[in-house]
């Protein structure tokens, strides 16, 4: 019923940039979701990267990406994105897209692992020195 596809992990420099894109298929349309990424580094947990609203109209951030990253959605081509810039080398990890749902609210926004419903199979970011 939901298939959450990411894409545009790689190896990049730090101080670079990388854009991540997921791709979701969800019966009664994607617009009914707050999406957000999540990262696991090497024999870390699972960790809350960025959350934004089914509208787009906010989002929230981990205090050590602020800043520097930006999540962003495309309802219209249930798209959901992750601009990374100024990469640091402890930002490499495994993202996660991830879905919760329904979700209305434009106040509300999950951050927690538990308040999501589907996940993504996950795009490796390796930022080297």
Same mark, same amino acid.
């Given at each position: ?7 545009? #992990?790689?190896?990049? *420099? =730090?101080? &670079?940039?990388l854009r991540l894109a997921? +791709?979701?298929?969800?019966?009664? /349309? ?5 999406? #957000?990424?999540?990262? *696991? =580094?090497? &024999? ?5 990267? +960025?959350?934004?609203?089914?509208? /787009? ?30 990469l640091k080398l402890e ?39």
């Amino acid at each position: 019923q939901v298939q959450l596809v990411e894409s545009g #992990g790689g190896l990049v *420099q =730090a101080g &670079g940039s990388l854009r991540l894109a997921c +791709a979701a298929s969800a019966r009664g /349309g994607f617009s009914n979701y707050a999406m #957000g990424w999540f990262r *696991q =580094a090497p &024999g870390k947990e699972r960790e809350f990267v +960025a959350t934004i609203s089914w509208s /787009g109209r906010t989002t929230d951030y981990a205090d050590s990406v602020k800043g520097r990253f930006t999540i962003s959605r495309d309802n219209a081509k249930n798209m959901v994105y992750l601009q990374m810039n100024s990469l640091k080398l402890e930002d490499t990890a495994v993202y996660y897209c991830a879905l919760e749902g329904p979700n209305y609210s434009d106040y509300r926004l999950p951050t927690m692992e538990g308040e999501y419903d589907y996940w993504g199979q996950g795009t490796q970011v390796i930022v080297s020195s």
